[in-house]
């Protein structure tokens, strides 16, 4: 069993900073990927960064120059600057794990979801 636990979000004025974590625990032998999403109301989920095994990045074209995500072990991080109103929605996170009880498997986590609200 594996879970991923996120905090950091929260109300901030546009143009603030916050920053996202999410911790992963349990059963895990390997982290492929880690990735925020989030998901405004009315609208489907969007991938905002991604992060491989090895250190690959890639970014919605919304979040470039502004997010930065960043891994230390089983914790991503999404470094959210010059906020905006847009960038209002649920944060989710994501992680691709191979767990102990069966390595030849790729398994899909999600966390909770943390509230991110950008006021003008």
Not at 32 to 39: D, H, I, L, P
Not at 64 to 82: A, E, P, W
Not at 98 to 118: A, E, K, L
Request: aromatic share 10%; proline share 2%; net charge positive.
């Amino acid at each position: 069993q594996v879970q991923l636990v996120e905090s950091g979000g929260g109300l901030v004025q546009a143009g603030g900073s916050l920053r996202l974590s999410c911790a992963a625990s349990g059963s895990i032998f390997n982290i492929n990927a880690m990735s925020w999403y989030r998901q405004a109301p009315g609208k489907q989920r969007e991938l905002v960064a991604t992060m491989i095994s090895g250190g690959t990045t890639n970014y919605a074209d919304s979040a470039k120059g502004r997010f930065t995500i960043s891994r230390d072990r089983v914790t991503v991080y999404l470094q959210m600057n010059s906020l905006k109103p847009e960038d209002t929605a649920v944060y989710y996170c994501n992680a691709r794990i191979i767990t102990t009880h069966n390595v030849r498997v790729v398994y899909d986590y999600w966390g909770q979801g943390t509230q991110v609200t950008v006021s003008s």
